[in-house]
């Protein structure tokens, strides 16, 4: 399936009417952002006051399910303002994330990614798996991987809660929390609009109307075109890859009903069309398509793949997703607190099928290909009140999903026969039988054919929960929180393992039993043939009976308690300690048939101190963890399957510990400068763990770096071009993996002298922003990874055990752009 760039124009088009707005509409300013072009009488680098210093911590949150500001929250979190998004030029999380210490959010494959916060993630991106990090949309749950990732899209900010948030988020957060805060319609008319250029054909626009429509009514349009033309090409097809091709929508209306009701209405659209993950090979190849890899792989021989050629030849190969959703937020205040409701639907269709084998050989050709349809409900009523003993919070909450996942391999029958010289030690039956048929002048081939294996999961699941949460004053400075959650899960999962499909193939099997042939052929070329008349991948030998359909049916109940002390020792100075339970409900791996996995939980221990010292214009916060984790379930390589056809992934548990350090700071010592700094220190390994390989990895490390941070700093020119010009420079650092027994077969270490897997990484992003007096027009440079630096992300070794093809994925390189704006 080919697909074209949509050309700029189209996306002007649908920015339009958002943009003619800005000539017509009279200026108005932003309560939240000040005028950057404002004057201070001359004077640069006036000091900044005690006053404005409190402003460092300003931000109110939600982390709590209470409106507080952030250093009054006894709970280790880093906040991500929409400045800094738009500083970073960033689309999405998985774009900025290395600015989040502790946080890796991997989105080369935006229909299935990864998060992972303070070592623990959940890598499997099948129905029956739920990720242990749980991401909120305006306090909704994005139940499946598929529609985790969506680009941002009028966003007021993100929280970011370190540790497991069991009792105030729910299940499936026990790593941890992502709160993604939408903007809702104000009083105010606002129009913007935004322009990208840059390169690697990079264009993008979004735009954004809001509207009051009456004393008690408001609409909030707002809408985004991402576009880039890819930044690494097929070497053999010319096919870009690393391409952006991505729309989104989203209507916010708000309705005072009267003065103590708030009905609020949104509805969010994306559609995602471009190319899936490039697989760059590692084994040198000629030209010749028909010519075997090397078996077994040599990694001494490996190319370097951040220099070595593109060759993916995965037919229909795309990246697909169409995503919508609706929310209504009902609040209702009363003399003694309030009553919200959140009604959310959303549903979505993915689709990602890629290259598996880093190849255009068809004598190796493996592709996979994941298709996914989802659809849930949610329902959430929640009471809050404040007496002068407690601030309390009380709900329930019901969740409804059903998701229907297939996960397809596709090989050709040319690949068949390496498979089977290289696994089973057979030669090459079917292009031997072709050679003979040949030879005889007849006219059949069982080359060059598709062949099609299936898994098909439907999966029906329910949660409920019941939780409370209560800050006790016990007096002026010492607070208590108390609060516990119970949840019920209720899973329904199936497994359809689909006979094999390969048409033509069978058509010339046929053939040849019909003209008689077949009978003529010889013992060992019949039985060939007869092996090859059924599954060769996903076989009962596997254990993956075919054409039967497995059920299973499970229920899990967990009670999350937390208790958290906190004292202010100033009215800048609050410390606090916390215990802590996370939650992940069990599930299923969706290619291994009959398999169940219980759920996890993790226990964590949790000091920390926040900080502000107004004089010095400078906020100081960390935090001290230790946890155990529970039953870690992980989807890693499983190199014993490879004889009963493709290895596959298969979802292994396994207990794991981790002890570390998170420290932050903001310092302004004057009104034009300002620095920031986020630093992470964790020892993560396991207890207790028996890689699939068979390797005993108890006591070894999980492979999480021990270091992390990022910082950056922002100097503010006034009265440059009757206007202000901010310089901004931002720089992340990532340690190198911690290698364990089992990390060259999973690819995440050393694997060959030709390059570095798992090093440390680095990114430096800079910009040069002017913005018009009151900041109605503004211009900006940017320049993301200034310095180039390109790393190695992982290696595959799905391909290397059957057809020698290991490949590996590679971060993006130096990207910059010019930004242009307008607003009223």
């Avoid at 054909?201 to 009514?217: E, S, V």
């Avoid at 029906?460 to 939780?467: E, L, N, R, W």
């Avoid at 790393?791 to 590679?810: E, M, W």
Wanted: proline share 6%; charged share 20%; net charge negative.
């Amino acid at each position: 399936m080919s697909m074209r760039p949509r050309p700029l124009t189209v996306g002007l088009r649908r920015l339009l009417p958002g943009i003619a707005l800005l000539a017509m509409a009279p200026s108005v300013a932003l309560a939240d952002e000040p005028a950057a072009g404002r004057q201070s009488d001359g004077n640069t680098t006036q000091a900044a006051s005690p006053a404005k210093a409190k402003l460092l911590g300003n931000i109110t949150v939600t982390a709590q399910s209470r409106s507080q500001e952030m250093q009054s929250v006894p709970i280790p979190l880093q906040i991500v303002t929409a400045k800094q998004v738009d500083t970073l030029a960033a689309t999405d999380l998985s774009k900025m994330s290395l600015f989040v210490p502790g946080l890796v959010v991997g989105g080369d494959q935006p229909t299935q990614p990864r998060y992972e916060l303070r070592g623990i993630s959940t890598d499997d991106f099948g129905v029956g798996t739920d990720s242990a990090v749980g991401v909120y949309i305006d306090g909704v749950y994005a139940a499946r991987s598929g529609g985790a990732l969506l680009a941002f899209n009028d966003i007021a900010r993100i929280e970011v809660l370190k540790g497991p948030q069991g009792t105030l988020f729910g299940r499936n957060a026990a790593a941890g929390a992502i709160s993604i805060i939408t903007n809702e319609p104000s009083d105010r008319l606002e129009a913007k609009a935004r322009l990208r250029f840059g390169n690697y054909g990079k264009r993008y626009a979004d735009a954004l109307l809001n509207l009051p429509l009456n004393r008690d009514m408001a609409l909030r349009v707002s809408v985004l075109d991402n576009q880039s033309d890819g930044w690494i090409k097929d070497a053999a097809t010319g096919r870009h890859y690393g391409k952006d091709d991505d729309w989104g929508s989203r209507i916010a209306w708000r309705w005072n009903l009267d003065k103590d009701t708030r009905v609020l209405l949104s509805w969010d659209h994306e559609r995602l069309n471009q190319p899936p993950q490039p697989a760059i090979g590692l084994v040198p190849l000629s030209n010749d398509p028909n010519q075997r890899p090397p078996f077994p792989a040599d990694p001494s021989t490996y190319l370097d793949p951040l220099h070595a050629p593109l060759y993916n030849d995965a037919v229909g190969a795309a990246e697909t997703r169409r995503f919508d959703g609706a929310t209504l937020n009902i609040d209702h205040a009363f003399g003694w607190g309030s009553l919200t409701s959140i009604t959310a639907w959303r549903h979505f269709n993915t689709l990602n099928l890629g290259d598996y084998d880093g190849t255009n050989h068809i004598v190796s050709y493996l592709d996979t290909a994941n298709v996914e349809r989802n659809t849930s409900w949610y329902q959430e009523f929640k009471l809050a009140g404040t007496t002068d003993l407690t601030d309390w919070v009380a709900g329930v909450s019901y969740y409804d999903e059903d998701a229907h996942q297939t996960s397809q391999t596709n090989v050709t029958t040319d690949s068949l026969d390496t498979l089977a010289q290289n696994v089973m030690g057979v030669g090459t039956p079917l292009a031997d039988i072709s050679a003979a048929l040949a030879s005889f002048g007849l006219p059949y081939t069982l080359l060059g054919d598709p062949w099609h294996e299936a898994i098909d999961n439907v999966g029906h699941f329910k949660a409920y929960a019941a939780y409370g949460d209560v800050i006790w004053h016990l007096d002026d400075r010492l607070d208590l929180t108390t609060g516990i959650r119970y949840t019920h899960d209720q899973k329904q999962f199936s497994w359809y393992n689909r006979p094999r499909s390969a048409p033509q193939f069978d058509a010339t099997v046929q053939a040849l039993n019909d003209a008689g042939v077949l009978a003529m052929l010889p013992p060992e070329a019949q039985m060939a043939l007869a092996a090859f008349g059924g599954n060769v991948i996903f076989t009962d030998a596997s254990g993956a009976p075919v054409g039967v359909l497995v059920q299973r049916r499970d229920s899990w109940q967990d009670l999350s308690p937390r208790a958290v002390l906190s004292y202010k020792f100033t009215p800048d100075v609050m410390g606090y300690v916390s215990v802590t339970k996370g939650y992940k409900a069990g599930g299923y791996n969706s290619v291994q048939i009959g398999s169940r996995f219980a759920p996890e939980k993790v226990i964590n221990y949790e000091a920390g101190i926040k900080t502000l010292f107004p004089e010095q214009n400078l906020l100081l916060n960390a935090s001290a963890y230790a946890y155990r984790y529970d039953n870690r379930q992980a989807l890693t390589l499983d190199p014993n399957s490879a004889g009963t056809g493709v290895p596959r992934y298969l979802v292994s548990s396994t207990d794991q510990q981790a002890k570390g350090l998170e420290v932050e700071a903001q310092w302004q010592p004057v009104e034009a400068f300002r620095a920031h700094f986020n630093g992470t220190y964790i020892d993560a390994t396991y207890r207790h763990a028996t890689a699939a390989s068979g390797a005993d990895l108890s006591g070894q490390p999980t492979g999480e770096p021990k270091y992390a941070f990022a910082g950056g700093m922002s100097y503010t020119w006034q009265g440059v071009a009757n206007g202000a010009l901010t310089f901004d420079l931002s720089h992340a650092y990532r340690g190198k993996s911690r290698c364990n027994r089992d990390s060259q077969l999973q690819g995440t270490c050393q694997i060959s002298p030709n390059f570095t897997v798992g090093a440390a990484q680095q990114r430096t992003d800079a910009r040069l922003d002017w913005q018009s007096s009151g900041g109605r027009w503004g211009v900006a440079f940017y320049v993301n990874n200034l310095f180039d630096k390109r790393y190695v992300t992982g290696v595959s070794n799905i391909s290397s055990s059957v057809f020698g093809t290991p490949y590996a994925s590679v971060t993006p390189p130096r990207m910059w752009g010019v930004e242009l704006r307008a607003r009223l």
